[in-house]
Nanobody
Framework: QVQLVESGGGLVQAGDSLRLSCAASGRTFSIYNMGWFRQAPGKERDFVSAISWSGSRTTYADSVKGRFTISRDNAKNTVYLQMNSLKPEDTAVYYC???????????????WGQGTQVTVSS
């Protein structure tokens, strides 16, 4: 089992950057694929990005491709989401999640954090 805690959210202006972090407990972090999701008010939770356990594979939603970068540091039990050129439509609660599957998934993750709010003003 793994526990996840997100941080790094905040209020920024359009065009700014933020880096989200997700710290995981436990010594088995390196065996989990990790994902970032977001949920805007009144909308469903959407996939944003995922990274394989080794960091060798990544995938992104079309809406963030070219602006967001996912990475991980297994020595620090942390996964990151670097968000550049932020837009008002990126406003949401951002969640990290962990999954034991062999493939990178867009849904159905096993463990979830509590989320961190990102607000982008125009």
């Amino acid at each position: 089992q793994v526990q996840l805690v997100e941080s790094g959210g905040g209020l920024v202006q359009a065009g700014d950057s933020l880096r989200l972090s997700c710290a995981a407990s436990g010594r088995t972090f390196s065996i989990y694929n990790m994902g970032w999701f977001r949920q805007a008010p009144g909308k469903e939770r959407d996939f944003v990005s995922a990274i394989s356990w080794s960091g060798s594979r990544t995938t992104y939603a079309d809406s963030v491709k070219g602006r967001f970068t996912i990475s991980r540091d297994n020595a620090k039990n942390t996964v990151y989401l670097q968000m550049n050129s932020l837009k008002p439509e990126d406003t949401a609660v951002y969640y990290c999640a962990a999954d034991r599957s062999l493939e990178l998934k867009l849904k159905g993750y096993d463990y979830w954090g509590q989320g961190t709010q990102v607000t982008v003003s125009s």
